[in-house]
């Protein structure tokens, strides 16, 4: 396929398998600008990434004495000078791409020739249709979260994450001001326009993408601030809701603002909002241990209460002093003060009432939630994410392992507390629906039916803010859900979306397991230094692009790319002003789109 580039800018001098130098002679150069390589012979076209640059003057090896000339006659001398300037950029070869005829489009691969001596060079900015085709395997195709970072210079080529991708998790890591919560909102935007594009398309449910999203500072329901416009979830809600209902219900479900107190917010949003509350019966011991430190001693206390009583926290809060299980009196002392959050907390009750079996309907069926925790103690936060999570988990264990309706059953029975497994199981008396309407297929006898398999169901994204909390180094492995879910996410199609300051701080078994990290501007030599250890890309010499991101710029690695991409994450009240025609009308958008998708289609040559 031709490729239309700007004219040469420099030639390649010299280099090895990693790292390149390219002499130019158009000096403006700037750090993580992507250039072209193209041989004179052949099909590779090869990617070089600038990471340096010196000043040169031809056939002139000491700049300093043309310093002093210019201090004592610079007029004289400056046209002498003026056609020697050179810069010699150095960097790092990302790979090549050769154009596939049968596929139809440009495959890139990771550097395992060098491209020929001489080699023309072209800077990439300059030729954005021709960067654009070379990548195309490379910028994702599903969950949109910035455009392609060149220098300073935003291009016109939309970044994605692939669906594929997301169950084998998403690190996001910056300091604060990097534009976190700008990627966390334009990544909700994206993912809710994926959700409505395959329902208009009659697509199966599992390319729809769930997620069960934490909202600390309740910024992204209400919306982010950018050059006075604010725009955020609450916007795309009330869109969608102008163009079709039905939209909506397959987008949000009924009540998708989760929060503490309904009156502590606008009476526009308690349309759409929900005052949450968990049965005391739903938690389980992980619950507890995943967020807290424990020590042996409290944990058998804990459970043995648990095998005794299934409102084990409402029995350990009232059980007389003497009544101790043969455990020692400071050992329940200490059991109940690191219960009292959840004790003294208004979303944890004793009574039969639960939103946990709802939120765990609507996200098998590829909705969003928004879990406010603006209201709530971390230790609550902590822990409601953990009980989703952990619910959500054991039914896709269950189902992965049941070929019939009744084996699942029993496998439910033995996973989930009671009253959440009769629930969802529809046997209780409080079920409002029942998990079979989702997880079965055809009728089997009289009385039976075959189970799905997990790959027929959404990708569901957990959300934990602040992950070194819950996911630190120092925190107990010892049924830590969020570690078994970071080994099998993959399996039982559940990803967790990783928020943090400081990657230094979290759990190694964790980071192990995360396959896409978007790092933005990080704290220190000690955050880049892990960033770069933790990469899923080989991203060795980006020292120094990490010192110069500005906030919104991040470096994205993926393991199941070829190369690290630079990005620029949207401007997001922008971002999602642009969307909302789309919320409100998708076949209007959607026809404009395939309209314009036709009028610049380039043949292939």
């Known amino acids: 396929m031709k490729l239309e580039l700007a004219e040469p800018i420099g030639i390649l001098a010299e280099g090895d398998i990693s790292t390149l130098t390219v002499v130019c002679t158009d000096i403006r150069f700037q750090i993580g600008e992507i250039l072209v390589i193209k041989p004179p012979k052949g099909t590779q076209v090869f990617l070089f990434r600038v990471m340096n640059y010196e000043n040169i003057l031809r056939n002139i090896r000491d700049m300093g004495e043309i310093a002093a000339n210019f201090l004592r006659n610079r007029e004289a001398y400056i046209a002498r000078v003026e056609s020697e300037k050179l810069v010699k950029v150095h960097g790092l070869l990302m790979g090549y791409s050769e154009f596939d005829a049968k596929k139809g489009k440009w495959i890139f691969k990771k550097p395992r020739t060098l491209p020929p001596h001489f080699s023309e060079v072209y800077r990439g900015a300059e030729s954005p249709g021709a960067l654009s085709s070379l990548l195309q395997e490379e910028v994702g195709t599903d969950i949109e979260i910035g455009k392609l970072l060149i220098g300073t210079s935003t291009m016109d080529i939309p970044i994605k994450i692939d669906l594929e991708s997301l169950p084998m998790h998403l690190q996001v890591a910056g300091t604060t001001g990097a534009g976190k919560s700008f990627f966390m909102l334009t990544f909700i935007t994206s993912a809710l326009r994926n959700n409505l594009t395959k329902l208009l398309s009659n697509a199966p449910l599992n390319e729809r993408l769930s997620v069960f999203m934490v909202d600390v500072h309740d910024e992204?329901?209400?919306?982010?601030?950018?050059?006075?416009?604010?725009?955020?979830?609450?916007?795309?809600?009330?869109?969608?809701?102008?163009?079709?209902?039905?939209?909506?219900?397959?987008?949000?479900?009924?009540?998708?603002?989760?929060?503490?107190?309904?009156?502590?917010?606008?009476?526009?949003?308690?349309?759409?909002?929900?005052?949450?509350?968990?049965?005391?019966?739903?938690?389980?011991?992980?619950?507890?241990?995943?967020?807290?430190?424990?020590?042996?001693?409290?944990?058998?206390?804990?459970?043995?209460?648990?095998?005794?009583?299934?409102?084990?926290?409402?029995?350990?809060?009232?059980?007389?002093?003497d009544e101790t299980y043969g455990f020692a009196k400071g050992t329940v002392s200490a059991v109940r003060r690191r219960l009292y959050p959840i004790i003294r907390s208004t979303i944890f009750t004793k009574d039969n009432y639960s939103d946990l079996a709802e939120i765990i309907y609507n996200l098998e069926q590829g909705h969003f939630y928004n879990f406010s925790t603006a209201l709530l103690s971390s230790t609550e936060q902590f822990v409601v994410i953990t009980m989703v999570a952990r619910t959500l988990f054991s039914l896709r264990q269950a189902l992965m392992s049941s070929t019939k309706w009744k084996q699942f059953k029993e496998?439910?029975?033995?996973?989930?507390?009671?009253?959440?497994?009769?629930?969802?199981?529809?046997?209780?008396?409080?079920?409002?629906?029942?998990?079979?309407?989702?997880?079965?297929?055809?009728?089997?006898?009289?009385?039976?039916?075959?189970?799905?398999?997990?790959?027929?169901?959404?990708?569901?994204?957990?959300?934990?803010?602040?992950?070194?909390?819950?996911?630190?180094?120092?925190?107990?492995?010892?049924?830590?859900?969020?570690?078994?879910?970071?080994?099998?996410?993959?399996?039982?199609?559940?990803?967790?979306?990783?928020?943090?300051?400081?990657?230094?701080?979290?759990?190694?078994?964790?980071?192990?397991?995360?396959?896409?990290?978007?790092?933005?501007?990080?704290?220190?030599?000690?955050?880049?230094?892990?960033?770069?250890?933790?990469?899923?890309?080989?991203?060795?010499?980006?020292?120094?692009?990490?010192?110069?991101?500005?906030?919104?710029?991040?470096?994205?690695?993926?393991?199941?790319?070829?190369?690290?991409?630079?990005?620029?994450?949207?401007?997001?009240?922008f971002y999602i002003e642009q969307q909302l025609p789309f919320f409100k009308d998708p076949h209007k958008v959607l026809e404009l789109e395939k309209s314009k998708r036709k009028s610049t289609e380039v043949p292939i040559m």
Do not use: C
Request: net charge neutral; charged share 25%; glycine share 6%.
């Open 220 to 321: 992204y329901m209400k919306g982010l601030t950018f050059e006075n416009k604010t725009k955020g979830v609450l916007d795309i809600a009330n869109a969608t809701l102008k163009g079709d209902q039905k939209h909506f219900d397959a987008l949000f479900g009924d009540k998708f603002y989760l929060t503490r107190d309904l009156s502590a917010i606008s009476k526009e949003m308690q349309k759409i909002s929900k005052p949450l509350r968990f049965r005391r019966q739903d938690l389980a011991i992980s619950d507890i241990t995943s967020v807290m430190s424990v020590s042996d001693q409290m944990l058998g206390y804990m459970s043995v209460t648990r095998g005794k009583q299934d409102d084990w926290v409402t029995t350990i809060e009232t059980a007389p002093e």
């Open 411 to 573: 496998q439910v029975k033995n996973k989930l507390p009671k009253e959440i497994a009769s629930e969802l199981l529809g046997e209780s008396p409080n079920s409002k629906y029942s998990i079979q309407d989702i997880y079965t297929n055809e009728k089997v006898g009289t009385d039976d039916f075959m189970m799905k398999s997990i790959k027929e169901l959404p990708i569901v994204m957990v959300t934990v803010e602040e992950a070194p909390s819950i996911l630190g180094a120092q925190m107990s492995k010892e049924g830590n859900i969020f570690i078994d879910i970071s080994r099998q996410g993959r399996k039982f199609r559940i990803g967790l979306l990783l928020i943090t300051q400081n990657i230094s701080s979290m759990e190694p078994i964790i980071l192990a397991n995360t396959n896409t990290e978007l790092n933005m501007m990080l704290g220190n030599e000690i955050e880049i230094r892990q960033a770069i250890t933790n990469a899923s890309n080989n991203i060795m010499g980006y020292e120094n692009e990490f010192k110069v991101l500005g906030r919104g710029e991040a470096i994205l690695t993926n393991s199941l790319k070829n190369i690290p991409l630079p990005v620029k994450v949207s401007n997001v009240p």
